[in-house]
């Protein structure tokens, strides 16, 4: 995915604050132990001094130096044996002074082998959503405010169920869907007339998410396809497929307002498909029913939809309800 330079100057400054703040922890840890553990203080300058013997006898050429680089590498690995012990003896890990790294496989410098690190790109995506997430809704919604006794509790004529409770299955699927989240599995297709939840309960989904670190983009289907339709042609920059195909989770709102076009179609397919052929999860939320969605889209993408959990919601306007109360 193609990256404007902005978003790398953004992205080495995270990594560069993120090896401030370690490094902080690792002077208080330090400052601590010192403070409450003297004989700590001892052993890490014979430690020096052991590396400073290692040294010496390594530069040296007489006939005994290799001898002497053998007892000052022994003597340095019982010293450091002995920290660690001391360090379990007074109630901590034998590694709590360890350098500490927010990323282990790159130690925070962004980059293995000279490739850029997993870590790295992932900064680089959520940077990216955040520009593209700048004017939507993500953080106004979640679980706790969303109220169930808005439903009625009658029985809805198509699954002779009571509509609450229809309700409160879908309200805990959601949240499951949030606490289980890793970034692969199954995806969420709510269907439903408009103002019955599916934008807030997805925006709640979202909320979670993010407080976990993961990279989401939400956008209603219409602008998405309208911005991905201007990239495609050249009109503007970007590379709005590439963030949208790669994100951890992929929310599309209002599926069916789009206009009703073959480009858009195939956009649509190939966004759907490049994320189930990985197993990367996609929220799709739609006020049409079953035949209207069957009769707008091809099979190939009425297919792909409805192999998703399917949510069916059911009740009264909620948000005309709530504006007349």
């Known amino acids: 995915m193609a990256f404007n330079k902005k978003y790398f100057e953004i992205a080495a400054e995270r990594l560069s604050r993120r090896r401030i703040e370690n490094k902080q922890v690792e002077d208080i840890r330090r400052a601590e132990i010192h403070g409450r553990i003297p004989k700590y203080s001892e052993l890490e300058c014979r430690l020096a001094d052991t590396m400073t013997r290692i040294i010496a006898a390594i530069s040296e050429k007489a006939s005994d130096s290799e001898e002497a680089v053998k007892q000052a590498i022994k003597n340095?690995?019982?010293?450091?044996?002995?920290?660690?012990?001391?360090?379990?003896?007074?109630?901590?890990?034998?590694?709590?002074?360890?350098?500490?790294?927010?990323?282990?496989?790159?130690?925070?410098?962004?980059?293995?082998?000279?490739?850029?690190?997993?870590?790295?790109?992932?900064?680089?995506?959520?940077?990216?959503?955040?520009?593209?997430?700048?004017?939507?809704?993500?953080?106004?919604?979640?679980?706790?405010?969303?109220?169930?006794?808005?439903?009625?509790?009658?029985?809805?004529?198509?699954?002779?169920?009571?509509?609450?409770?229809?309700?409160?299955?879908?309200?805990?699927?959601?949240?499951?869907?949030?606490?289980?989240?890793?970034?692969?599995?199954?995806?969420?297709?709510?269907?439903?007339?408009?103002?019955?939840?599916?934008?807030?309960?997805s925006l709640a989904i979202a909320n979670k998410l993010i407080q976990k670190g993961f990279c989401v983009v939400y956008g209603s289907t219409p602008e998405l396809l309208r911005k991905l339709d201007k990239e495609q042609f050249g009109k503007s920059d970007g590379d709005t497929m590439g963030l949208i195909t790669d994100c951890d989770l992929l929310i599309l709102d209002d599926l069916g307002a789009e206009s009703k076009n073959d480009r858009y179609i195939s956009l649509l397919y190939e966004i759907i498909n490049a994320r189930q052929s990985r197993s990367l999860p996609i929220i799709v939320n739609t006020n049409l029913n079953m035949d209207e969605i069957k009769n707008r889209y091809q099979d190939r993408l009425w297919s792909r939809l409805f192999s998703m959990r399917v949510l069916l919601f059911c009740g009264e306007d909620n948000r005309l309800k709530t504006a007349i109360n």
């Open 76 to 201: 340095n690995l019982a010293i450091q044996q002995e920290m660690g012990e001391l360090l379990i003896q007074n109630g901590y890990p034998a590694d709590y002074l360890n350098p500490i790294f927010t990323c282990p496989k790159c130690k925070d410098t962004g980059t293995v082998d000279g490739n850029w690190c997993d870590c790295f790109n992932k900064i680089l995506n959520g940077i990216a959503a955040e520009e593209l997430n700048s004017h939507s809704p993500l953080r106004l919604s979640s679980f706790e405010s969303f109220d169930l006794e808005l439903y009625p509790d009658k029985i809805d004529p198509v699954s002779g169920e009571k509509q609450r409770e229809i309700m409160r299955d879908n309200f805990n699927e959601c949240v499951s869907f949030a606490q289980n989240f890793n970034g692969r599995g199954y995806g969420l297709f709510m269907l439903g007339s408009t103002g019955l939840g599916k934008t807030h309960l």
